[in-house]
């Protein structure tokens, strides 16, 4: 038995880099945000891990999986589906709780049954894998339903850390656009989740959707042979879940206003219309679950105009755990106000006025850095967008736009799948030519990762 004591719970820190410099009358001022946690529990310390009761994170996670009709086609998807369903089965630590959803029309309880979670040891892991045999395919794709139940199944433990896995192949097409978004406002704030496609039959912006709404990963497995490994790596990274519902929370003074917050590392993604009000001038941007990781934000303040050599504080940044939230047994934070868990972060953005044109004119490299991985995803979705719409000339401009930025900042994981859609004649320049035939796989994987982003070179 593993000793969970405060050595093992996530240590929080925030770091601001911005150029607080603004010419007469400026207004606007952008910050990158680093938010950092230290000393929790890290993948590989975690995974098969056991403890003692209370003693560890509190978690539950709902693993869905697509038995569609169409995950017959071929016959072995829906094997690859069951043993990579198991992988992840087996890599649940010890007292986690868990269920399997099986995906169609309709949802149903796989394993364990009987609207509860099973707790994981060696028995049920071996009977949830019993119980995968009888996954077969058929019937329609009602994402909707399955996430609804998962967040049934994860709302009847009590877990501070709830976590979905979702699967599917094929488009979402036995209930209506308003109803899966529904169900994802619903389930928002309750569960995070991590959607994968399989096979290039499914709908990139459903998948990405879900993620993006749930605050998890969306990708891509191609090949359903790969899928075991992908369900591994999602299953250790839950695992390394520390902490559960952190949000950014930024105060301003009066007359300040946030313009935008977007997280822009270790992927793109826009925050600004998930505020919630949390008092007098401030507002909480919700992160998700954490471990030992970090992720960069940019925030865009717009300030009062004031006169040169005067200086004010822009925002105040900190990182809580809203009442609403939920309550993270296994964060260091002290309760605060109203049942507000303070996590003792906090970083200060800044604007001073000045007549020097240097100071004021110069652009942070972290912000120019992230204002260009932003820039890429958006080049990248719409010059995707355009080609299938059939306007070759503008796809071939945003698609070169997005070769240049790539190559710019390093982004090499980026400029290789570009690579795969275009011919790059110059990168520098962005001067490329359009592939006339373009694997549908390679196409959908830029598409999907087109939000990943490289950090700032120190």
């Known amino acids: 038995m593993a000793n969970f004591s405060k050595s093992n719970v996530p240590q929080f820190s925030v770091d601001v880099y911005q ?3 603004l010419p007469d ?26 403890y003692a009761p209370g003693q560890g994170p509190a978690a539950g996670v709902a693993i869905m999986v697509d038995c569609s009709g169409s995950m017959d086609y071929p016959p072995t998807k829906m094997r690859n ?27 149903k309880e796989v394993y364990p049954g009987g609207g509860r979670l099973a707790v994981a040891d060696r028995t049920t892991r071996d009977q949830a894998k019993q119980a995968l045999r009888r996954l077969s395919a058929g019937g329609g794709t009602a ?27 094929g488009r979402n ?19 995070t989740c991590d959607a994968r496609g ?16 749930l605050l998890g990963t969306a990708d891509i497995v191609a090949d359903p042979t790969n899928l075991a490994a992908d369900f591994t790596r999602m299953m250790e ?7 559960a519902d952190v949000a950014l929370r930024l105060w301003t003074p009066v007359g300040t206003t946030i313009k935008f917050v977007k997280q822009v590392a270790p992927r793109v993604e826009e925050l600004t219309g998930r505020r919630t009000e949390a008092g007098p001038r401030a507002g909480d941007y919700p992160t998700g679950s954490w471990g030992d990781e970090s992720r960069d934000y940019h925030v865009c303040v717009e300030v009062p105009t004031a006169g040169l050599g005067q200086e004010m504080l822009a925002a105040r940044v900190s990182l809580v755990i809203p009442q609403s939230g939920g309550t993270s047994r296994s964060s260091a934070a002290e309760s605060g106000g109203g049942g507000v868990q ?17 100071a004021s004119t110069s652009i942070n490299p972290q912000v120019a850095h992230y204002t260009g991985q932003a820039e890429l995803a958006q080049a990248i979705q719409q010059g995707l967008d355009l080609r299938k719409a059939g306007d070759m000339d503008g796809a071939t401009a945003k698609l070169g736009r997005a070769v240049q930025l790539a190559s710019a900042s390093g982004n090499a994981d980026t400029a290789k799948l570009l690579a795969k859609v275009v011919d790059v004649v110059d990168a520098a320049t962005g001067t490329v030519r359009l592939k006339a035939k373009v694997a549908e796989a390679d196409e959908m994987t830029l598409e999907t990762r087109s939000t990943k982003t490289v950090r700032v070179k120190k």
């Open 19 to 21: 150029n607080e410099y």
């Open 25 to 50: 009358g400026g207004r606007e001022v952008n910050a990158i945000v680093t938010v950092t946690s230290t000393g929790g529990g890290t993948v590989g310390s975690v995974v098969g891990t056991s």
């Open 81 to 107: 589906a069951r043993d990579a369903t198991a992988a992840a089965i087996d890599t649940l630590r010890d007292g986690t709780h868990f269920a399997v959803i099986g995906g169609t029309h309709v949802a």
């Open 143 to 169: 994402i909707g339903t399955w996430l609804r139940l998962a967040d049934r199944l994860l709302s009847s433990a009590d877990v501070a850390i709830r976590h979905g896995i979702l699967l599917t192949d």
């Open 173 to 191: 097409e036995h209930e209506s656009p308003e109803d899966l978004r529904a169900a994802l406002d619903s389930c928002a704030g309750r569960f």
């Open 198 to 213: 399989v096979g290039t039959d499914w709908e990139v912006k459903e998948v990405t959707g879900i993620a993006s709404a």
């Open 237 to 243: 990274t839950a695992m390394g879940k520390e902490v």
């Open 342 to 358: 303070n996590l003792g972060a906090q970083g200060l953005i800044r604007a001073v006025w000045t007549d020097d044109m240097v």
